[in-house]
């Protein structure tokens, strides 16, 4: 099992960016996949996760600004990250929800 994620950079506030999670060795559609981020010196939260399902939720903090989906035949979950704050600039992981494999992290900052 592997999760990949991918597309994080330097964004100035209000910008955007997507995060990819590229999964091998599972099918993504048949499992919960969740983003989280963790800021220097705070704990890891949850931001978003996709059942197998399809149905979405969200953090209140995020909630209508960021978009998470799912491409089956790519194996991909994306999180679509729109009018970026400071607050935001975090790395920024995927996991399987209630399994303990989590990709590397992409670092995401944005600048005021």
């Known amino acids: 099992v592997q999760l990949v994620e991918s597309g994080g950079g330097l964004v100035q506030t209000g910008g955007s960016l997507t995060l990819s999670c590229a999964a091998s060795?599972?099918?993504?559609?048949?499992?919960?996949i969740g983003w989280f981020r963790q800021a220097p010196g705070k704990e890891r939260e949850g931001v978003s996760c996709?059942?197998?399902?399809?149905?979405?939720n969200y953090a209140d903090s995020v909630k209508g600004r960021f978009t998470i989906s799912r491409d089956n035949a790519r194996k991909t979950v994306y999180l679509q990250m729109n009018s970026l704050k400071p607050e935001d600039t975090a790395v920024y992981y995927c996991?399987?929800?209630?399994?303990?494999?989590w990709g590397q992290g992409t670092q995401v900052t944005v600048s005021s």
């Open positions: 060795g599972f099918t993504p559609n048949n499992y919960n």
């Open positions: 996709i059942n197998s399902g399809g149905i979405t």
């Open positions: 996991t399987i929800i209630g399994y303990n494999y």
